[in-house]
């Protein structure tokens, strides 16, 4: 991993990133991300175009969850600063909208009759929808420094 | 209540296919033919899956839940082996084993559902 002793790496401006974010053991986030980009895809996909009328609004936070998960999907395994910035706030949405919608469906579960991923904190996909926004915002925090790459 | 035996087979396939990958992880070697091949291994077995489900619509059985998702998730499921596989061509180190063990995790989980479609009920 990158060891950030002096905060101003002369030359690292243009250099490849070496052993960054999407090395190693960010591989594994990418394709974890990509698994479930290709799930909730897959799934909005189906509810949009079978049931529409049915549930409008979770079938709609379905289709906007599948994009954050692209948006991380894509940030996560691009290198340099932008891609941070983009990885950063597509994980973050997904932490927040994990948790919003949790709590919603605690408050007022009328409110979402279908299922999303997001539901009940994503207890449908074995709570991995809470956890991996968490390991994200975890693994972006101690690659901080490409932020300035 | 009988359980599918296609349906065992394909969790039998999952599993030995993670067990070769986290194994070969935990070894630290690369993606070698053995992994990437187990891999292979769980998308012949979706095809013939998807080939006997098609058998047993012909032959007068139907689909319970929605023939839309089934055929849904099989089609996903289609796509993640594909997807490990080149990317296991791609990256050579040993993270590349754990990719590849997801393929067997994830599948199991899309055949779980797939079975539960099929019957209308739920397995658990």
Known sequence: MNRSNNSHDAGSQDAAPQAGRNAGPGRLLVAVYAIFALAATARAAFQILTKFEHAPLAYLLSAFAAVVYIVATVGLARSGAGAYRVSVAAVGVEMVGVLAVGLFGLIDPAALPEDTVWSGFGSGYGYVPLVLPMIGLWWLYRHREDARR | ?124
């Open chain 2, 1 to 124: 209540m009988s359980v599918d035996p296609l349906f065992l087979v394909g969790a039998l396939v999952c599993l030995v296919s993670v067990v070769l990958c986290i194994g070969a992880a935990a070894l630290k070697q690369g993606p070698n033919d053995l992994t990437i091949l187990s891999a292979a291994a769980v998308e012949l077995f979706l095809l013939v899956y998807g080939g006997a489900s098609l058998l047993r619509l012909a032959g007068g059985q139907g689909i319970a839940g929605a023939a839309w998702e089934f055929w849904g998730y099989l089609l996903t499921a289609l796509i993640i082996p594909v997807g490990a596989v080149w990317w296991s061509l791609m990256d050579r180190s040993r993270w590349s084993n754990i990719v590849l063990s997801a393929v067997g995790i994830t599948v199991f989980v899309m055949l779980f559902r797939m079975e539960q479609i099929w019957d209308g009920a739920n397995l658990l």
